[in-house]
């Protein structure tokens, strides 16, 4: 996890990159980042990032990426001129008064593997990270900037004029640091808060459209090609992989002000986003889970949250759904996993936003709680929902899926009730604020499901042979038979303690042949690894 900390004692360990501090203005703050143990126990490492500075306070500004070895992938704003670099980088030094930034830190959180400057003479900010499965990282964020570094064929090489109101950048970054491999405006978006990338490298965009900007741009054949009203749109756009041109590129909002807060794609390209409506004719689809605007019609007052998921093209909507009570509610960062599930978390005001039986909590604790909920891969239904909160202001700000489909939400708490388990790493609250992480375990068989969605995936993109594929599903589909039903979806007693010891078996099976695979050269490595770490992870909850 990645943000922002104005405490001179926020906990690190001995070997971290930067261990104390760095005090720059009454105001300032520096970046953190930070790695748990699979308990939630234990501090993998954790560092300071900075000196950072007192904008990126109330502008969204710190946001990661992990790639598959472990390398954490940071951006954000600075106005610092002694922000950390590293000789070779692609700016070694502040341009403007406020530069984004973009740091790769080593998988022991010791060392920076590369860290850059990325801005020109004005106002840059990094608000979104993602990384591609070669390591390159893509960021997106704002700029006033004319001299924005952009790169030659470019889908936009100059900063737009009258009636462009704001400017988003994308830019990707080679494996080093040390060049662009392209960078780009994109023009009438006033808040880029999230970025996502395909398999083929592909990059999709979020965040806010403004009604003041007459270029932003969209495409023919995109399901929303005009502004729906008030004073923003959330948006979608597609870049292909070149940075040079439009594969879609879509507004997505109604008669009031929409705001998208986050974006996922899955396999085939769909694209998931979460957000923020105040309008009662927001797109949603028949048969989505809530299409009636719950929220009151005071404007600035109030909100729902949706979730939409675009087709392949950006020509319609997969399904599009309200989720929200009638207060306040937004989604800020969304997942999708293997099966095609949904999985949004946020922040609500509302006594009455939707929870499912069973969940941890069923009823508001404070003035605002955070909310995590998952839906179903059609949009109709949600599998399970919960509010997660104390009794001050709890916010949830992003959310991760692991290759077995658990859960891991982050944001900040004000409550020193927030709700936390025993043997974690810090179970009360040290300040005003403090950041927190919380997991939600899949069941055991959702977990074989996941992986074996995972396997099914990469037949479906040429990564492996249909015939390898069967070779690695085979002792998955054991161990789902050894585990029996869902106990999610069945009432039942506990598992056979034998079943469960044939199901380990089944999955020792699983990691042998995915070794064999990638010795072989069958399997990248990379590729490999990820599912071997699944299944001990789920070998060991077994073992409980």
Partial sequence: MAGLTSSVDFPTIAGAFQTSYTVIAAYGSNAFVTKMDAGGSA??????????????????????????????????????????????????????????????LDPAGSALVYSTYLGGGGFDGGFGIAVDSLGSAYVTGLTDSGNFPTTTGAFRTSLAGAGGGCNAFVTKLNLSGSGLVYSTFVYGICESTGIAVDSSGNAYLTGYAASSS?????????????????????????????????????????????????????????????????????????????????????????????????????????????????????????????????????????????????????????????????????????????????????????????????????????????????????????GSGNAFVAKFENTSQAQVTNLQNTVKNLVSTGTLSPGLGQFLLAPLNAALAALGPDPATAALPASDPSHTAAAIRDLYEFIERVRLLTIFGALRRAEGQTLINAAKSLIAELRG
């Fill in 43 to 104: 501090l993998v490492y954790s560092t300071y990032l900075g000196p950072n500075e007192a904008y990126a306070t109330f502008i969204p500004g710190i946001a990661i990426a992990v790639d598959s070895s472990g390398n954490a992938y940071v951006t954000g704003i600075t106005s610092s001129s002694n922000f950390p670099t590293t000789p070779g980088a692609f700016q070694a030094s502040l341009a403007g008064r406020n530069n984004a930034f973009v740091t790769k």
């Fill in 214 to 430: 007459s270029n932003f741009p969209t495409t023919p054949g995109a399901f929303q090609t005009t502004f729906g009203g008030g004073d923003w749109d959330a948006f979608v756009t597609k870049l292909n992989p070149a940075g040079s041109a439009l594969v879609y590129s879509t507004y997505l909002g109604g008669s009031n002000s929409d705001g998208a807060g986050g974006i996922a794609v899955d396999t085939s390209g769909s694209a998931y986003v979460t957000g923020a409506t105040e309008s009662t004719d927001f797109p949603t689809t028949a048969g989505a889970f809530q299409t009636i605007y719950l929220g009151c019609s005071t404007p600035f007052a109030c909100s729902n949250a949706f979730v939409s998921k675009l087709n392949f093209t950006g020509s319609a909507l997969v399904y599009s759904t309200y989720l929200g009570g009638d207060y306040i509610d937004g989604g800020s960062g969304i997942a999708a996993d293997s099966s095609g599930n949904a999985t949004v978390a946020g922040e609500t005001f509302s006594s009455n936003f939707p929870t499912t039986a069973g969940a941890l909590q069923r009823s508001l604790a404070g003035g605002a709680d955070a909310f995590f909920a998952t839906l179903n891969p059609s949009g109709s239904a949600l599998v399970y929902s919960t509010y997660l909160g104390g009794s001050g202001n709890d916010y949830g700000e992003g959310i991760a899926l692991d290759t077995l489909g658990n859960a891991y939400v982050t944001g900040l708490t004000e409550s020193s009730n927030f709700p936390t388990t025993a043997g974690a790493l810090q179970t009360s609250l040290a």
